[in-house]
């Protein structure tokens, strides 16, 4: 993830303003010799500057200081050193935008212990910072191996939209962030991403048999399979569990499978500005939208690669080049123009370049032709520029920035930039894999608040809250359109189970949507 770090100043402000220290002065560290802690802290105090924190152990305070104060205790022969005391911040937890988008933010999940997310995928990474140990479970696979790592790291970022920890200052929220929810982890990926849709009904029927109310699937094919269809219309009317499934990235409109099976949710993606994106399969299958396009998540510990820009003491969004090395470099920054030649003037600097007419790689060969240490290219149109080196193998770190950080950083020249690409835990995914598991963690969410609600009342529920998206009414795009956690609720609040209060939601006959697709 980018961790531009969202700094918390509370904690050293409040320390400033108790010890009264004035605004100009600097707060610094001062090493003495042993046992001169006495004779320079009166020399200090003489000298207008005052002790704010004792280090005793180390033979060192840290002190608020006067210029006069600082010039007297580096010419103190008493003193080893004086550094600046700087600022350590906790590392931010970003909220990513789909958890607002779909009303998770909205909706306590202290009753989610009442119902299991199965997750059928690559594994989960059990060691990750911000997923949790408790409350999941899985079996070991003969074919796939153990069912708490992840050698894909699919899995792992489909878990993390589902339950990320919230609250817990690094990383991300998931749609659940508190630990209640249960998961159960279906290891049916190894790290090259495919299985048999035998697999797939076992699968299933493991979820089932480990008390899954909600199976996520941010998987499918093109080919149907009878064995599953019957499984999956099995589990929906005889055992209550509700099937999530991603309608497919190929941008077409054929049905992808085990999403278009009538018993299963089918899911497309939208974006941030809630458009469905252009990969996201359009069938009369599709039933409800989630977001799936830059979704940001977690991956298995230190297998993402980590972007950090900062220019003239700025942090700016930006996102490694696919392929780039991995390295920390810092130079002035220098503009490159297109890249197309050799960077003039670029020797031990970061060159800033404008996409264009040619290869990213090619734009920072050029950089490193000119001597150049790091290269930052800034997109030609609207957004965020997310680019691969392709085949070609380049000496020197390069990410890519917005068009507007980088007219921005165009009246920054020569100011000093860093960029860093280093492991990381977090990565931006895209498809309709992304927007499955906010539908699942949603149908989870919302089922904890009314878990005698069956799965085909939940389903209704959402269908008849979701944000009508794109054409009105039910489209081939969005389906109902995106999923909306609070009004779900909300509507079971005030309809019951069956979405018409008084009309028998005990289990009568009244279930239009049980075994197939709601029409309305
Ligand atoms: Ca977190």
Same mark, same amino acid.
Not at 65 to 86: C, G, H, M, T
Not at 431 to 454: I, K
């Given at each position: 993830?980018?961790? +531009?770090?969202?700094a918390l100043f509370a904690s050293a402000l409040a320390l400033a303003i108790s010890t009264h220290a004035?605004a100009?002065?600097?707060r610094?560290?001062?090493?003495?010799?042993?046992?001169?802690?006495?004779?320079?802290?009166?020399?200090?105090?003489?000298?207008?500057?005052? +002790?704010l924190q004792?280090?005793?152990?180390?033979?060192?305070?840290a @002190?608020a200081?006067?210029?006069? %104060?600082?010039? @007297?205790?580096?010419?103190? /022969?008493?003193?080893?050193?004086?550094?600046?005391?700087?600022k350590?911040y906790p590392?931010?937890?970003?909220?990513?935008?789909?958890? /607002?988008?779909?009303?998770?933010?909205?909706?306590?999940?202290?009753? *989610?212990?009442?119902?299991?997310?199965?997750?059928?995928?690559?594994?989960?990474?059990?060691?990750?910072?911000?997923?949790?140990?408790?409350?999941?479970?899985?079996?070991?696979?003969?074919?796939?191996?153990?069912?708490?790592?992840?050698?894909?790291?699919?899995?792992?970022?489909?878990?993390?939209?589902?339950?990320?920890?919230?609250?817990?200052?690094?990383?991300?929220?998931?749609?659940?962030?508190?630990?209640?929810?249960?998961?159960?982890?279906?290891? &049916?990926?190894? @790290?090259?991403?495919?299985?048999?849709?035998?697999?797939?009904?076992?699968?299933?029927?493991?979820?089932?048999?480990?008390?899954? $109310?909600?199976?996520?699937?941010?998987?499918?094919?093109?080919?149907?399979?009878?064995?599953?269809?019957?499984?999956?219309?099995?589990?929906?009317?005889?055992?209550?569990?509700?099937?999530?499934? %991603?309608?497919?990235?190929?941008?077409?409109?054929?049905?992808?499978? !085990?999403?278009?099976?009538?018993?299963?949710?089918?899911?497309?993606?939208?974006?941030?500005?809630?458009? &469905?994106?252009?990969?996201?399969?359009?069938?009369?299958? &599709?039933?409800?939208?989630?977001?799936?396009?830059?979704?940001?998540?977690?991956?298995?510990?230190?297998?993402?690669?980590?972007?950090?820009?900062?220019?003239?003491?700025?942090?700016?969004?930006?996102?490694?080049?696919?392929?780039? /090395?991995?390295?920390?470099? $810092?130079?002035?920054?220098?503009?490159?123009?297109?890249?197309?030649?050799?960077?003039?003037?670029?020797?031990?600097?970061?060159?800033?370049?404008?996409?264009?007419?040619?290869?990213?790689?090619?734009? &920072?060969?050029?950089?490193?032709?000119?001597?150049?240490?790091? %290269?930052?290219?800034?997109?030609?149109?609207?957004?965020?520029?997310?680019?691969?080196?392709?085949?070609?193998? $380049?000496?020197? !770190?390069?990410?890519?920035?917005?068009?507007?950080?980088? @007219?921005?950083?165009?009246?920054?020249?020569?100011?000093?930039?860093?960029? $860093?690409?280093? /492991?990381?835990?977090?990565?931006?995914?895209?498809?309709? +894999?992304?927007?499955?598991?906010?539908?699942?963690?949603?149908?989870?969410?919302?089922?904890?608040?009314?878990?005698?609600?069956? *799965?085909?009342?939940?389903?209704?529920?959402?269908?008849?809250?979701?944000?009508?998206?794109?054409?009105?009414?039910?489209?081939?795009?969005?389906?109902?359109?995106?999923?909306?956690?609070? *009004?779900?609720?909300?509507?079971?609040?005030?309809?019951?189970?069956?979405?018409?209060?008084?009309?028998?939601?005990?289990?009568?006959?009244?279930? !239009?949507?049980?075994?197939?697709?709601?029409?309305?």
């Open positions: 993830m980018k961790k +531009s770090i969202t004035s100009a002065d600097d610094y560290i001062v090493k003495f010799k042993e046992g001169k802690g006495p004779s320079v802290t009166a020399m200090m105090n003489k000298n207008g500057g005052r +002790s004792s280090l005793e152990k180390r033979n060192a305070m @002190a200081l006067s210029d006069k %104060a600082l010039n @007297a205790l580096r010419n103190n /022969p008493n003193v080893e050193y004086v550094e600046l005391d700087v350590r590392m931010a937890e970003t909220v990513p935008f789909g958890i /607002p988008m779909v009303q998770a933010d909205q909706l306590s999940d202290a009753m *989610a212990g009442n119902q299991t997310v199965c997750i059928i995928d690559s594994g989960y990474d059990i060691g990750h910072e911000d997923l949790y140990n408790t409350n999941v479970t899985g079996n070991y696979d003969s074919g796939t191996g153990d069912w708490f790592t992840d050698e894909n790291g699919h899995g792992t970022h489909v878990a993390g939209t589902i339950a990320a920890i919230g609250g817990n200052g690094t990383g991300v929220v998931g749609v659940n962030p508190n630990g209640n929810l249960n998961l159960h982890i279906v290891k &049916v990926f190894g @790290a090259d991403g495919w299985a048999y849709s035998s697999s797939l009904v076992a699968a299933a029927d493991e979820c089932a048999a480990n008390g899954a $109310t909600v199976i996520n699937m941010s998987l499918g094919g093109t080919l149907k399979s009878r064995t599953e269809d019957q499984a999956f219309a099995d589990l929906y009317a005889n055992q209550n569990v509700l099937s999530i499934a %991603a309608a497919g990235n190929d941008g077409n409109t054929r049905h992808s499978y !085990p999403a278009s099976y009538d018993s299963v949710v089918s899911v497309a993606a939208i974006d941030s500005n809630k458009m &469905v994106a252009d990969f996201s399969q359009q069938t009369g299958q &599709v039933e409800l939208s989630g977001p799936g396009v830059d979704v940001l998540s977690s991956v298995p510990t230190g297998s993402s690669l980590q972007t950090t820009l900062t220019v003239g003491g700025s942090n700016i969004e930006a996102a490694g080049m696919e392929g780039s /090395p991995q390295g920390d470099v $810092t130079g002035d920054l220098v503009d490159c123009g297109l890249g197309e030649s050799a960077c003039t003037d670029a020797s031990g600097k970061v060159c800033l370049i404008s996409r264009g007419n040619i290869s990213f790689a090619e734009k &920072v060969q050029a950089c490193e032709a000119g001597g150049g240490v790091g %290269a930052v290219i800034f997109n030609n149109e609207p957004g965020m520029l997310y680019g691969t080196m392709g085949e070609v193998v $380049t000496g020197i !770190p390069s990410a890519g920035i917005s068009d507007t950080d980088g @007219a921005t950083l165009l009246g920054q020249l020569g100011s000093s930039a860093s960029l $860093t690409l280093e /492991p990381g835990d977090y990565a931006y995914f895209n498809g309709t +894999s992304m927007a499955t598991p906010h539908v699942a963690g949603v149908s989870a969410l919302v089922w904890s608040h009314f878990p005698s609600c069956s *799965a085909s009342e939940i389903r209704s529920a959402l269908t008849s809250t979701a944000e009508d998206l794109g054409a009105a009414g039910r489209d081939n795009a969005y389906g109902y359109g995106l999923v909306q956690a609070k *009004a779900a609720v909300d509507y079971l609040t005030a309809n019951g189970c069956s979405g018409s209060n008084g009309g028998g939601d005990n289990g009568g006959g009244d279930k !239009p949507c049980k075994g197939k697709k709601c029409s309305q």
